[in-house]
């Protein structure tokens, strides 16, 4: 029983944390039209700053908790294929993650030299991250 109380706070953190990692690239883009310094600028900061301190890490540590936690009560998984891409996979979203927060810096410091474009792509990885990650949790391909 403790098993699936497990598993679904950690389904509930993952979508948590899928949430904040496809909009805070979304507040770049807008917040790439606002003239550093200006009231919109600022909004965008305090919201980023919030999306990310309170939601997105939060969720972040809550999923890895979780999912560690599982594994730890069923260690066979090390035993599956598709676990290891899944592990993989998630290493890449929290090393995204590190990078939004290392964006996020650079927008508090009025300092950001990256272009809409870029952060439209970058909103397109974790997308395709999760894809991957649940196919090989559902399907389990291998």
Known sequence: M??????????ISVI???AGMLYL?????YHCDAAP??????????????????IMSP???ATWVFGGSMVAMDPSIFSQG????????????????????GWLKAFARDANT???????????????LMIVIVI???VKPF
């Open 2 to 11: 403790l098993y699936l109380w497990l598993k679904a706070f950690h389904v």
């Open 16 to 18: 948590s944390w899928m």
């Open 25 to 29: 690239p979304r507040l770049f883009v």
């Open 37 to 54: 310094g200006s009231d919109a600028s600022e909004r965008f900061k305090v919201m980023e700053w919030r999306l990310y301190r309170f």
């Open 59 to 61: 969720a972040m540590i």
């Open 82 to 101: 598709w676990f290891h891409l899944k592990l993989l996979l998630v290493l890449l979203m929290s090393a995204v993650h590190g990078i939004y927060g």
């Open 114 to 128: 990256r272009t809409q474009k870029t952060f439209r792509i970058a909103n397109e990885v974790p997308t395709l």
């Open 136 to 138: 090989m949790v559902i």
